[in-house]
């Protein structure tokens, strides 16, 4: 059956995706000779339609999944669904629908456009977190870190989100307001569950060296958040008082300097501190800033604020007498909630110090021996020499920190110290749509209300199926709350009454262990076989958003840690590789998003170009990590790209498919076999960079070139050709799938693309017999020579000399040198 004269991709693109189905040409497990590759794209919130910023993070690891499996690697890339959280139990409330019905809706939508969009997915291995079968593991997990004190109950203050009425994580926030509604969140104090992911801080911390193939950009995110800062405690005494104020310092060499003290408004000393004149001035500020949150007063475009509370320390050398100010810029729960203060030193104690005309002191002089200004205009922060610094006069500050530090230690009075950013992550909301936690409260054995967790064996906990009025009355009080029947339960310890916790963990929870879930999704004795752990773990290909930075790829690094103690998982790091991709915006310009009614849906696309239009346009449209506009035009010429394509195919099929050449190829035969050798070696070193769109761009010169070179006559033009024509198939079956395997059935193949291989370019094929010179003159560009790859300086000077523009050039001049450089250029340096 020929190749029809018109391109249909409504007409081959449902038949090779059912076709690739009933195959189950995806499916783990059917090859590996070149060993085993995990492919893996961040599973998507089933909280709406799909649009092309899905497509185009999917097609990232679909191309490399088909790729990998054409070079003879056992690939795994499966597909689920994050559907417990806020962001799907938001969008339910407000459509007025249950989130189990609306969730379902969607998976069911997103699911047909990944379909139609052909995704070489295993959909054996699919998941459904919102599914007792998955989230009873999460329970197990909960158990399991209760256990081994990686899970409490703490009572502390919280981000409140006072649009989705809920605790969030400080991950979440985002300029003071909540990264999933953008409503306002502000403190408030209440019990939370925490894992305690800051045991594992210096090992997340160090594990960052071994994520060599992760962008820059998130590692250091990573590092920032985590926040490791060595320093010293020391204690500042307090005038008229035996109490001390313990400060933590990153830079102890400058105490000589310090000319004031801050407290956090909350710190306990506060009020204690206050004298009787300034109480009143105190209190006000106190309870200005409780209203505030955190991210509110510590952004760095906040003004700086603080009052005087009328006390005195008293610096641990000298005695010297500083005041005792509370700001906004302290936080009680880093460090100590107190810091000593040095304007020359630090510029936040230098601005706020101006703005309340506090004094300053220089003690830290550049090494070079350069004098500071008498009157700073700035910080003086970087380390030097000391200077008015007692018995480290003269010291450099890496001395001096020393030498203070070791004194504070043998005396008492303080000690070399680390504190890290990274806090505790309280994961318990108070919402419906998410994992029961597994713990009971009964008064007889549990007073203190610690919470009693659920017996292993009694796992799941089931969400209780409420109705839709519920869910959607239930914001600001936890749903589940209002369910005698989930809340009434029997203590495990002595059978008596007891509560259950009516609060549900965060969907992060959810996302923290999936890929593991993956490989053996209905594994019933653990969350799963630790030999599918062994065999195909870590990932070694992940794509996602550069948002979940701080968030899930921070989470995801601490469980895999813990799943590797509790001899579930053989890794310490969950991946390999991580790609993160750009933002596809609108047409307008923003971001493609539902609350902007810019979205583009995959369908309309499809419905009208077809799938491989699609791929072909979204991968040519840049490299993966930049932002990308919306382009209808550009979409048209991904279109007709592909027509271009069959085009060719098509018209050469009945000489070209079934020709057979065994002799020598010279002349046109051979300049066609170059052009399609060349191009598969540029499209494999593109893929393998992460550079699709230069792929593309690959495949569409080699056709321009084929087209020029189509009038073939001879059985070895004819040969070559076919063989040519193929070989686009080949490369384009990452890219464009479903034309690929349409033109390679036709040529002859008897498999799938995918399952030919990759094949190897020939290598006396891709070298050029002739090469292009620059020729330079005082490093001007005058000409360009071509000559025979293999020529020497002699050969390509000589060609040079010979081409009229350089002759011109040189005409009067005396030659000073020449430079030339292997295959780019030659340069002729001269005077006069």
């Known amino acids: 059956m020929a190749l029809s004269e018109k391109y249909e991709p409504s007409v081959i693109e449902p038949k090779w995706q059912q076709r690739w189905d009933e195959a189950k040409i995806f499916r783990a497990g059917r090859s590996g000779s070149a060993g085993k590759k995990y492919v893996l794209e961040m599973l998507p919130y089933p909280s709406g339609k799909m649009h092309m910023g899905h497509v185009r993070n999917y097609l990232i690891g679909d191309v490399y999944a088909r790729y990998f499996q054409m070079k003879g690697f056992d690939v795994v890339h499966p597909m689920g669904w994050d559907a417990f959280g806020l962001p799907a139990e938001n969008a339910a409330i407000k459509d007025g629908v249950h989130p189990a019905t609306r969730t379902a809706e969607n998976i069911a939508s997103f699911k047909k456009e990944i379909q139609s969009l052909g995704y070489a997915y295993d959909w054996s291995l699919e998941i459904d977190t919102s599914k007792p079968e998955y989230y009873r593991w999460n329970q197990w997990f909960f158990v399991k870190m209760l256990e081994r004190g990686l899970v409490y109950r703490r009572f502390s203050k919280v981000n409140w989100c006072t649009g989705c009425l809920t605790v969030i994580a400080n991950e979440q926030v985002k300029d003071g307001t909540c990264e999933r509604c953008e409503s306002k969140v502000i403190d408030k104090e209440m019990a939370e569950w925490a894992f305690r992911i800051t045991r594992d801080s210096q090992a997340l911390l160090d594990g960052l060296s071994q994520l060599t193939q992760w962008p820059e950009r998130i590692t250091a995110a990573q590092k920032n958040w985590i926040g490791r800062s060595e320093g010293v405690e020391a204690e500042f005494g307090i005038e008229g008082s035996l109490k001390k104020i313990r400060i933590f310092t990153t830079r102890i060499d400058t105490v000589f300097g310090c000319t004031y003290v801050v407290l956090a408004p909350d710190h306990k000393l506060v009020n204690e501190l206050t004298t009787a004149a300034q109480k009143t001035v105190v209190d006000a500020f106190v309870s200005k800033m409780a209203q505030q949150s955190k991210t509110e007063r510590t952004d760095e475009a906040a003004p700086k604020e603080g009052v005087f509370t009328g006390a005195y320390a008293l610096n641990p050398f000298d005695g010297s007498r500083v005041p005792v100010w509370v700001a906004n810029f302290v936080l009680s729960d880093y460090g100590t909630g107190a810091v000593m203060s040095v304007p020359a030193h630090d510029q936040r104690d230098f601005d706020f110090a101006a703005q309340y005309k506090l004094p300053m002191k220089v003690v830290v002089h550049p090494a070079t021996g350069e004098p500071l200004p008498t009157v700073l205009t700035e910080a003086y922060t970087e380390d030097g020499v000391l200077q008015n610094s007692g018995e480290v006069t003269g010291k450099t500050s890496a001395q001096a920190r020393k030498q203070l530090g070791a004194k504070l230690e043998a005396e008492g009075r303080g000690t070399f110290a680390i504190t890290y950013r990274q806090k505790d992550w309280g994961f318990s909301r108070q919402r419906y749509w998410g994992t029961p936690i597994p713990i009971v409260y009964c008064e007889k054995c549990d007073p203190e209300r610690k919470g009693i967790p659920v017996p292993l064996e009694q796992l799941p906990v089931r969400l209780p199926e409420i109705d839709t009025q519920a869910v959607l009355t239930g914001k600001g009080e936890p749903p589940l709350a209002k369910v005698p029947s ?347």
């Open 486 to 832: 989930f809340v009434n339960t029997t203590c495990p310890k002595c059978g008596g009454p007891a509560k259950r916790e009516v609060e549900t963990m965060d969907t992060f929870v959810d996302s923290c262990w999936y890929y593991a879930r993956y490989l053996s999704p209905k594994f019933d004795a653990a969350p799963f076989d630790a030999e599918a752990a062994k065999k195909y773990l870590p990932v070694d290909v992940y794509v996602g958003g550069p948002e979940h930075a701080t968030m899930h790829l921070l989470y995801f690094r601490f469980w895999t840690r813990v799943m590797k103690e509790l001899g579930l998982s053989p890794v310490d790091e969950p991946v390999i590789r991580l790609i993160t991709q750009g933002i596809v915006n609108g047409p307008d310009g923003r971001k493609m998003s539902k609350r902007w009614g810019n979205v583009v849906a995959p369908s309309t696309i499809v419905q009208k170009y077809g799938a491989d239009t699609c791929r072909v346009y979204v991968l040519f449209a840049g490299p993966p990590e930049r932002d990308f506009d919306w382009s209808d035009e550009q979409v048209e010429g991904a279109f007709r790209f592909l027509k271009r394509v069959w085009a060719l195919a098509q018209s050469q099929q009945a000489k070209c498919a079934g020709a057979q050449w065994n002799g020598t190829y010279d002349g046109k035969a051979l300049e066609i076999r170059r052009v399609a050798h060349k191009c598969l070696k540029r499209v494999s070193e593109a893929i393998e960079r992460l550079s699709f769109n230069t792929a593309i761009a690959a495949v569409m010169e080699t056709l321009n070139a084929l087209q020029a070179l189509a009038d073939v006559q001879t059985p070895a033009e004819c040969a070559a050709m076919g063989e040519a024509i193929r070989i686009v198939a080949v490369v384009m079956t990452p890219i464009a799938p479903h034309l690929a395997d349409e033109v390679a059935a036709e040529y002859g193949a008897q498999k799938f693309t995918v399952e030919t291989g990759w094949p190897a370019f020939e290598p006396s094929l891709v070298v050029d017999d002739v090469l292009p010179y620059a020729v330079q003159v005082n490093g001007k560009l005058r000409a360009e020579v071509r000559v025979p790859a293999a020529a020497d300086e002699a050969t390509v000077r000589a060609a040079a000399e010979a081409d009229e523009k350089v002759q011109q050039a040189l005409v009067g001049k005396s030659l000073k040198k020449v430079v030339f450089v292997p295959k780019r250029l030659i340069n002729f340096v001269v005077a006069g």
